[in-house]
């Protein structure tokens, strides 16, 4: 297998590895966000037996979704409020910067052909919920399909035995407790204890729920043969959202974004901070105008975590070169490639603060290898303790700004997570 797949782990702040591969100009490539191997290796068969790109990216994202990579991909995962699975999925055509994309679609499995359908036959770019559905059924799709999962009700049942805790709201009563929800006062909101700022502004306190397990995303960039570039994303989104919440999956130039003239870019992490800064968008014009994929994905990267230093998410950079780069904040993070050029080994690399920005050393990827190997197409353990993270990150005085909740049953994988990680 010709698979390579690049670990980060975020520590103390944003980090980026870079990884110019000597294959310059050599398609097709693939990369994605985590090492979701099956869905690089379906694309990957579909760029090297001559598909476009943008079929390249439906293949690669269709085996994530029917697989349902991370439980955060595809249907039978991330419950919300209501215990309903939807699906969120782009697609962009760097030729012709069309997009097609679907957000809180209900009832249908099939994200990343929804996503395609509307670009292809559609002028739009964005269809949402249940005309969304309606749309993609119309289309051809499978549907109605009842998206939910005994795991994700029984993990929805859990929460709700736990008070509905933790959820997304802010600024609401009753807070210990489920819905329904109601503002809080202004009295109560001068008297809250919960707004902070630092140096950088007002920041706001973030639920642990952002981060970890529980929104994860597919984001894959394929260069087919031809040269030419496209993106596409799929997710489920996050876990216990409010519904009628859409995150970046489904944003072009948030999660994803691709450009024939310059390369491609994808994102995953905290979807309701990452699409107010558009880092897709950023890291492929920052490429525009010279900068390397790795200071590229820095830079957008580092961006949010100035105004955000709670934030969790990663970006992974290609440029037409075939040079490709990731950058994270806040977690740990991984991405797949693949290329012609890369020889029948696995390769896995530990990236932590020591060596992070070098080329990775071989003998170091193989090393990794021995812990990793059983991926196959799911994600492994991912992250670690995010509280020591932001203990670390942002310094002893602001301690009220660190309180992150773990989801129930969490924390224990998360730090044997890091452990293992670690060694
Ligand atoms: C959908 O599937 C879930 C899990 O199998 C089940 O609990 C639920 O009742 C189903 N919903 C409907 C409307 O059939």
């Known amino acids: 297998m010709s698979l390579k797949l690049v670990f980060f782990i975020c520590f103390l702040s944003s980090l980026a ?3 110019a591969d000597g294959n310059s ?12 191997v099956e869905a690089v290796r379906a694309a990957w068969r579909a760029a090297d037996g001559g598909f476009s790109a943008v079929d390249a990216v439906v293949e690669g994202c269709s085996a994530c979704e029917e697989l349902r990579c991370d439980g955060t991909v595809g249907p039978g995962g991330s419950p919300d409020e209501n215990g309903e699975t939807t699906m969120d999925a782009l697609i962009m055509n760097g030729v012709t ?3 097609g994309a679907v957000a809180a679609m209900r009832y249908v499995k099939d994200g990343i052909r929804a996503a395609r359908l509307v670009m292809q036959h559609t002028q739009h770019t964005l269809l949402v919920g249940e005309k969304a559905s309606a749309f993609a059924i119309a289309m051809g799709l499978p549907g109605p399909t009842n998206l939910s999962s005994s795991e994700s009700m029984e993990k929805w049942t859990k929460w709700k035995e736990n008070g509905c805790q933790p959820n997304f709201w802010k600024n609401i ?14 009295a109560d909101l001068t008297e809250g204890e919960c707004f902070s700022s630092n140096l950088m502004g007002v920041v706001e306190p973030r639920s642990s729920l952002v981060g970890l397990h529980s929104h994860d995303t597919i984001s894959m960039a394929v260069i087919d043969k031809m040269g030419h570039v496209a993106v596409g994303t799929s997710t489920n989104g996050a876990t216990f959202k409010i519904p009628g919440r859409v995150g970046d999956g489904p944003i072009a130039g948030s999660s994803a974004y691709a450009d024939d003239e310059v390369g ?21 014009e920052s490429m525009r105008q010279g900068m390397e994929p790795k200071l590229a994905a820095k830079d957008a990267i580092s961006r949010i975590a100035r105004r955000f230093p709670d934030f969790v998410g990663a970006v992974v950079a290609v440029n037409k070169n075939g040079v490709h780069a990731g950058a994270c904040h806040g977690w740990t993070f991984q991405y797949s490639v693949r290329n012609p050029d890369m020889d029948d080994v696995e390769d896995l690399g530990l990236i932590t603060e020591d060596n992070v920005g070098q080329e990775l050393d071989p003998n170091m990827a193989k090393m990794g290898q021995e812990d990793h190997k059983g991926n196959t197409g799911q994600k492994g353990h991912l992250g670690h303790p995010i509280e020591e993270e932001n203990m670390a990150t942002m310094g002893q ?17 998360e730090s044997n997570c890091c452990q293992e990680m670690g060694q």
Request: charged share 20%.
């Open 17 to 19: 590895l870079g990884y």
């Open 173 to 186: 009563v009753p807070q210990d407790g489920c819905g329904p929800y109601h503002p809080k006062s202004n």
């Open 97 to 99: 910067m069309e997009v």
């Open 264 to 284: 491609a870019c994808g994102a995953t992490g905290d979807g309701d901070i990452m699409m107010r800064f558009l880092p897709c968008y950023q890291v492929v």
């Open 25 to 36: 100009g050599k398609y097709p490539i693939v990369v994605s966000t985590w090492p979701f």
């Open 397 to 413: 005085d602001d301690q009220q700004m660190k309180q992150l909740d773990h989801p129930p049953g969490q924390e224990e994988t």
